[in-house]
């Protein structure tokens, strides 16, 4: 079985939970950008005069005059959230996150752990509740789909199961904005036709429906039909890790392109020893100012993640790549065919003085007191050219970062 969990009233239940004064009342928290005056949410007291996420803050504050206004916190929703993906893979590793407040789980091949879907559902309800201080709804079938719709019908604190054989029967009297991926437009156009409802969809000719919506109303026309053949993915780890950056203006001054080389290089090589990985290939890109894009790969004898080592190779590349004349605008470097650490002895790796423990011990510094409160000295020229922020350097400038 499949479930859907999701966050209630989300970011109004952390205010309401964080401020007692906020319980049982109708309230609205603002956008992330409150000059552009919509609500994020609003609590379900609120709801109850019509308010919903997206609403202009005007049109909110009309419909419920008394609604008390205020401002959302990011950062205590994302913790929140780490809390919340936590709880759900604490029952499978079979979890997908798609939004911040929403996560799938497959529960197959987990019979054997758990009694069953339902206390699965109950028991992510209590811990959320228990750690986090909020409620959540769960939906429970064999297709995300039906999962997802069924986690919405009891909202909130519901739990809502769709036994295997009744999707179809489940979805059929449900109105066509409960269907995920069936926005305003495609309804607009199925009301053209009388279709208003997921049964009505699903009575269509497929051939019919890809006329008029095409590909994407045919596989609309399978989940409605109970077909949603999707799998829960759990994200995949990442391949790669790299940094580039775009100059501020362009230029050709080695000193300059090394010492930003050096410092792309300190990045990925603090970001590789957090993940306590390290890797064997170096690819090495450079733009020139014409928008000619230049790439390089080097597979090493050896993985590495220290920034010296990335730096010396990349150094190396780029002597080959690049004739030293024509003008950069972007330079950036990256690794991957990843090693765990500590895997295996590397018989052919020369001692690099020592690198890998200086840059440990940069690394405690680092987290201390900031990145740049340690760096080697030729990245020194790079503070007069980019402001200095806690985490480094402020590389693109807002013109040139989109
Ligand atoms: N959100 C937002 N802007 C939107 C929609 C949502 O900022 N247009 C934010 C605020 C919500 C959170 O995302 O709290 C989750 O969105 P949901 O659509 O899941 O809505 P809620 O969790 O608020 O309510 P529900 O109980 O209906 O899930
Ligand atoms: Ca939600």
Request: charged residues 20%; contains cysteine.
């Amino acid at each position: 079985m499949i479930l859907h969990i999701d966050l209630d009233a989300f970011f109004a239940a952390i205010e309401q939970r964080d401020n007692p004064q906020l319980r049982g009342k109708p309230i609205i928290v603002g956008g992330p950008v409150p000059a552009r005056g919509v609500a994020a949410t609003a609590s379900y007291e609120a709801r109850r005069y019509g308010i919903y996420s997206g609403m202009p803050l005007s049109k909110a504050m009309r419909l419920c005059p008394q609604a008390i206004l205020v401002p959302g916190n990011f950062f205590k929703y994302e913790k929140a959230s780490d809390q919340f993906v936590r709880i759900c893979s604490s029952f499978t590793p079979l979890v997908e996150q798609i939004s911040l407040d929403e996560i799938f789980l497959d529960l197959e091949g987990t019979n054997l752990l758990w009694p069953s879907s339902i206390w699965v559902a109950r028991e992510i309800q209590a811990r959320v509740k228990r750690e986090i201080g909020i409620t959540c709804s769960v939906g429970i079938a064999s297709q995300k789909t039906v999962a997802k719709v069924a986690s919405g019908v009891r909202k909130p604190n519901g739990v809502t199961l769709v036994p295997q054989g009744e999707e179809k029967e489940f979805l059929t009297p449900l109105s066509l904005d409960k269907l995920p991926g069936c926005g305003p437009k495609t309804q607009a156009v199925l009301r053209n036709f009388e279709i208003v409802k997921i049964g009505d969809l699903a009575k269509m000719h497929p051939e019919h429906v890809r006329l008029l919506l095409g590909q994407h109303g045919l596989y609309l026309w399978q989940v409605a039909n109970g077909q949603d053949f999707s799998e829960v993915s759990p994200p995949q780890p990442a391949k790669s890790t790299g940094r580039s950056t775009t100059f501020p203006f362009d230029t050709r001054n080695p000193e300059f392109i090394l010492a930003m080389l050096y410092y792309l290089s300190q990045r990925v090589a603090k970001d590789l020893r957090e993940s306590s990985i390290s890797g064997r290939c170096l690819t090495l890109t450079a733009r020139s100012a014409d928008f000619a894009t230049f790439c390089m790969q080097e597979t090493l004898p050896y993985p590495i993640n220290t920034a010296h080592e990335i730096f010396q190779n990349s150094k190396l590349i780029l002597s080959k790549l690049w004739d030293g004349y024509t003008s950069l605008r972007l330079i950036g470097v990256s690794i991957s065919q990843f090693n765990r650490l500590n895997q295996q002895l590397h018989l052919f790796k020369p001692k690099f003085l020592g690198w890998e423990k200086i840059e440990q011990a940069m690394d405690q510094i680092r987290a201390k007191y900031g990145f740049l409160s340690i760096y080697p000295a030729s990245i020194a020229r790079l503070e007069g050219i980019y402001p200095v922020e806690h985490r480094g350097l402020k590389l693109a400038t807002p013109s040139l970062s989109r």
